[in-house]
Every structure is written in structure tokens, then in C-alpha cells.
């Protein structure tokens, strides 16, 4: 009797999660298709039902990484800058750097992404410019080029940056700093920018928010 597409659905599920899990501490190299299989307690001959290699597991990882993460669980949540501070403080904290919740694929998978295949760096590209979407429409008037990129970038090098190294009083303190400081920037631009010298969001920004359904 064929499975289920629920039962299928589940399976891959557990496959990415796993996925996700592993590449994030160990990175592409070190982790097989059989450790993977074997962390969903699943057989090395049911990957092939899903994925035709680990080059496209992986860029299945980080779109799972992205829909399953704190920053998606949030999208309808108020857009103003007290989502966005909570947005901030739970992407920039130990529990997020120190694995005990879904790994953001933009930070644990920065090191790995530029030598692997065109569609898993297109993959990426498409996730980062999601976060990036995410994080301007809690900033009010201004294009994702001229603050939410910044922002973006500033965050998930934070988190690969406190993960990488070992000192804990070094990874609170890139990660309180980095709160701080886009905290700081936003308050300031919000409270000096007045509406009408706002910045026109650039071609690139209207086309994302186009395709978001803006």
C-alpha cells in the first residue's frame, strides 16, 4: 500500500529538520546522507524519494530554515518597532547562537554557501532577501537599501560571528553591541527623518514587495 502524501509530507519534514540541524554544527562537508537519514531515524533508501542529492538538500534546508524560523513565526505580528525589537533580541541571543532553537540558515550556513552549486547560492540570495523584506516592513518610509540591508547583514553576521568563536564573554558582547547599536539606528532615523524627504524605494525594493503581494 503507497504511503500517504501526509505520510510523505512528514518524512521530508523530519529529513529537512534533520538537515537543518546538522549542516548548521558541522557544515556540508562533515555531514553525510547517511548521518542525516540516521538523525531522523529514517533508512539511508528513502532520501531518493524526496531529494536527488545533498547539493539539493541543502538548498532545501535553507528554504525550511526560513519558513520554520522565529522571524516567520512573527509575520503577522504588528509591523512597528516593537516587533522588530523583539525580532532583534530573539535572532541576537545565546539560545539562537547556542542551537536550542531553529538555526537561522543565513548565519550557520555563511561559511559554506559560496562553494556550493548556483541554485544553492540562488536559494540563499532569495532567503536573505526575504529577511531583508521582513526587516523593512517594521521600518517605516525608508528603503531596504538604505537601512533594512544594513541591518540584515549586521544581524546574521553577528550570530556566524558569536558562533565561531569560543570566548562566551566575546559572543554576549557582539550580540548585545549588534542589538544595541540597530536599535539605536532605527530610533535615530525614525525620529529625524521626516516623511516627506523619505527615501522612494529603489527598483529592486518594489519589485520584492510586488512579488511579497505589497
Not at 537543518?20 to 556540508?28: D, P, T
Not at 539539493?56 to 520554520?68: C, D, E, F, P, S
Request: with cysteine; charged share 20%; hydrophobic share 40%.
Amino acid at each position: 500500500m503507497p504511503y500517504s502524501q501526509e505520510h510523505k509530507d512528514r518524512t521530508r519534514a523530519r529529513i529537512l529538520a534533520s538537515a537543518l540541524h546538522l549542516f548548521s554544527q558541522r557544515g556540508f562537508a562533515q555531514v553525510t546522507i547517511d548521518a542525516i537519514m540516521a538523525h531522523a531515524r529514517l533508512t539511508r533508501g528513502g532520501f531518493y524519494a524526496h531529494f536527488d542529492s545533498k547539493e539539493q538538500l541543502y538548498a532545501a534546508a535553507i528554504r525550511h530554515g526560513v519558513h520554520t524560523s522565529m522571524i516567520a513565526a512573527m509575520s503577522d505580528a504588528p509591523k512597528g518597532l516593537k516587533t522588530l525589537q523583539r525580532i532583534v533580541d530573539g535572532y541576537l541571543s545565546r539560545e539562537h547562537v547556542d542551537g536550542q532553537g531553529a538555526p537561522c540558515p543565513l548565519a550557520f550556513f555563511a561559511t559554506d554557501v559560496g562553494v556550493r552549486t548556483k541554485e544553492v547560492r540562488s536559494t540563499y540570495t532569495i532567503a536573505f532577501e526575504s529577511l531583508v523584506g521582513a526587516i523593512n516592513s517594521h521600518v517605516s518610509g525608508l528603503s531596504s537599501e538604505e537601512l533594512s540591508l544594513p541591518i540584515t547583514v549586521l544581524m546574521v553576521g553577528a550570530v556566524a560571528i558569536s558562533a565561531a568563536v569560543i570566548d562566551p564573554t566575546l559572543k554576549d558582547n557582539i550580540l548585545a553591541t549588534s542589538r544595541r547599536v540597530i536599535m539605536d539606528l532605527v530610533g535615530t532615523v525614525e525620529r529625524k527623518t521626516p516623511t516627506r524627504f523619505r527615501v522612494k524605494p529603489s527598483p529592486a525594493s518594489r519589485r520584492r514587495a510586488i512579488a511579497r503581494g505589497a
